[in-house]
C-alpha cells in the first residue's frame, strides 16, 4: 500500500475500520440536542440521566426492544414509537413478549416524531399517528434512536468493492 506522503507498506490485509453514522431523525433541529437530549445509546450513564422520568425509545427492531426494556427498569415511563404497525416483522418473539409484560412501556405502532423542541436541553416532543395523521405533544426531555447505523464508508466508494449497503 503506498500512503499519501509516499511510503510504501507492506502486508497480507489491510483492516479498514471507519466506523458508523448512526441513522438520523428527518427533522431539521434533531443535532442540536445531541446529548441534551437525543442519545444512540441505552447504559447506565444515560439511564441516570433519565432516571424516574419518561422516555422515548424510537425503533422497531432489537437494539430498541432492549433499550425499552433495560430503561423501564430504571425510568417512570417508556413510549416505544415504531413507524411499522408492530414489531412482529422486526424484533425478537422473546422481546416482543418482555415488552408486552412490563407495565410501563407503551408500543406506539404506525407513529414518528416530527417534531422537537426547546432551549438548552430537549423539552418537548411531537408525533404523529397514522393512519388519521393525530399528533400529540409530550414534555418528555429524553428520545433514545434505536433505529440503526450505516458504515462509514462512502468516502471509499470507487476505491474498493461495496455492497448495496455500504459494507
Not at 437494539?63 to 427498569?73: I, K, N, P, R
Amino acid at each position: 500500500v503506498e500512503l499519501g506522503h509516499g511510503t510504501t507498506v507492506r502486508g497480507r490485509a489491510i483492516i479498514i475500520a471507519t466506523g458508523a453514522e448512526y441513522r438520523q431523525l428527518a427533522i431539521e433541529n434533531v443535532s442540536r440536542f445531541l446529548g441534551t437530549g437525543i442519545y444512540y445509546a441505552a447504559t447506565a450513564t444515560e439511564a441516570r440521566r433519565c432516571e424516574m422520568q419518561e422516555v422515548i425509545v424510537v425503533g422497531g427492531g432489537n437494539s430498541a426492544g432492549q433499550a425499552a426494556v433495560y430503561l423501564a427498569g430504571r425510568c417512570r415511563r417508556i413510549h416505544l414509537l415504531v413507524r411499522s404497525k408492530g414489531l412482529a416483522d422486526t424484533m425478537s418473539n422473546y422481546l416482543i413478549r418482555r415488552i408486552a409484560e412490563t407495565s410501563n412501556i407503551t408500543l406506539h405502532a404506525n407513529t414518528e416524531i416530527i417534531s422537537m423542541e426547546g432551549d438548552e436541553q430537549l423539552e418537548r416532543v411531537i408525533w404523529r399517528t397514522a393512519p388519521d395523521n393525530v399528533l400529540e405533544t409530550h414534555a418528555i426531555g429524553h428520545v433514545f434512536l434505536m433505529t440503526g447505523a450505516v458504515p462509514s464508508t462512502h468516502w471509499l466508494k470507487g476505491c474498493i468493492a461495496l455492497n448495496d449497503k455500504g459494507f
